[in-house]
């Protein structure tokens, strides 16, 4: 259990990654406004160390819904539309249930709509990047 959990959180901290791209990304594009993991240390936080807050949050949460993730599949993994449907129910759960209620940004129908798409788009690539890397470390100790 205590490999499945380990191996579960370095997945998710490379999916983390992976969706911190299609985050950026939307950035560029000016889609994003201010980025939600900031918002949401802050409001939890502070505006002390908001932005290394902000990113330290943003990854031990993915690295947990990975190891979540890797311990619910006993360490066999996940195809990759289970993990995107996990992205997508960490998606809805966050943007239309915790962050709203902590007061950090409005429920996802009532944001920006460019935001909630980059948003969406980075949980699938989440989910599926995460999906994968449990496949692949599943693999590598069969």
């Known amino acids: 259990m205590i490999r499945n959990l380990l191996r579960g959180a370095a997945a998710g901290g490379m999916a983390t990654t992976a969706m911190s791209t299609v985050m950026l ?19 939890l936080f502070g505006r002390q160390g908001e932005t290394p807050v902000a990113i330290a949050s943003h990854f031990g949460f ?3 819904g990975g190891a979540l993730l890797s311990t619910l599949s006993r360490g066999h993994g996940v195809p990759t539309w289970l993990g995107a449907g996990y992205g997508m129910a960490i998606w809805l759960a966050s943007y239309q249930g915790w962050v709203p209620a902590i007061g950090a940004m409005p429920p996802a129908h009532r944001d920006r709509p460019g935001r909630q ?5 980075a949980h699938l690539v989440y989910g599926a990047t995460l999906a994968r890397s449990l496949r692949s470390a599943a693999r590598s100790t069969s």
Do not use: F, S
Request: proline share 7%; aromatic share 0%; no cysteine.
């Open 117 to 121: 798409a980059v948003m969406i788009a």
């Open 62 to 64: 993915g690295a947990a």
């Open 25 to 43: 990304a939307g950035d560029k594009l000016g889609l994003m406004g201010e980025q939600p993991p900031k918002r949401v240390a802050r409001r």
